[in-house]
């Protein structure tokens, strides 16, 4: 199965800052690839997908960008707020039949 | 639309019990799924289903079973828990009808201890 590596230690960012998350996978190259957030003691809450043939997407403050050559995905979150402090998780699909394969996630925390 | 809902949110099971986890959605998804989630790791998912009455295996379904007799509900069963099995775990659906099949939403999860 596909082996998905985030940034397992927590990103401390001040206010304003752009907090950038790395996601990184081996094997295949699945057709698409999604971003999560995830507050304690909640489930999931989808964010972007982008897919394999989109270099770049962004959603307000935040952008995606999706790498197939070096199997990399960027997360930027710009003008970062305390309000963005949560885990951030990236998925991919191996088969576009929605059985997401999660990273661990990274650990975003922004002080004012 | 209440979206995805489970019950119950918390449960401490005996090894060798056996219980139900709840999940039904109100969106009129097709596809529905179940994850677990242990601490510091990603979501596994356990099984899936694509429509009433399809299910599938996922990446980790050794003792765990599933039904899916209507659109709405997902039921998770836990035969004979063990303590490997504590976890919490996660309920999601995603329409499954093209261009949005993509977008999976979450339900709040069910924090599962087995002692």
């Known amino acids: 199965s596909q082996k998905i590596e985030q940034n397992s230690e927590a990103l401390n960012i001040q206010e304003g800052k752009t907090a950038t998350l790395t996601c990184n996978y081996t094997?295949?190259?699945?057709?698409?690839l999604q971003w999560y957030r995830q507050d304690p003691g909640r489930g999931p809450v989808f964010l972007l997908l982008i897919r394999e043939n989109e270099k770049e997407k962004r959603k307000e403050r935040l952008k995606v960008t999706f790498d197939t050559t070096l199997k990399q995905s960027l997360f930027h979150i710009t003008a970062s707020q305390p309000a963005d402090s949560a885990t951030y998780l990236c998925a991919l699909d191996p088969d576009s039949w929605g059985k997401l394969q999660f990273g661990a996630g990274t650990q975003v925390v922004v002080t004012p | 639309n209440a979206g995805v809902t489970q019950t119950p949110k918390f449960r401490i099971l005996k090894i060798g019990q056996s219980m139900t986890l709840q999940c039904t959605q109100d969106?009129?998804?097709?596809?529905m799924y179940w994850y677990r989630q242990d601490p510091g790791m990603g979501l596994k998912l356990i099984y899936y289903?694509?429509?009433?009455?399809?299910?599938d295996k996922g990446e980790v379904p050794n003792g765990y079973n599933v039904s899916r007799s209507t659109t709405e509900d997902f039921p998770l069963r836990l035969e004979l828990a063990a303590p490997s099995q504590t976890s919490v775990y996660f309920c999601?659906?995603?329409?499954?009808?093209?261009?949005?099949?993509?977008?999976?939403?979450f339900g709040p999860g069910t924090r599962l201890t087995v002692l």
């Open positions: 289903s694509v429509g009433a009455g399809i299910t």
């Open positions: 969106m009129n998804h097709n596809y």
């Open positions: 094997n295949y190259s699945p057709a698409y």
């Open positions: 999601a659906s995603s329409p499954g009808n093209g261009e949005s099949t993509d977008t999976q939403y």
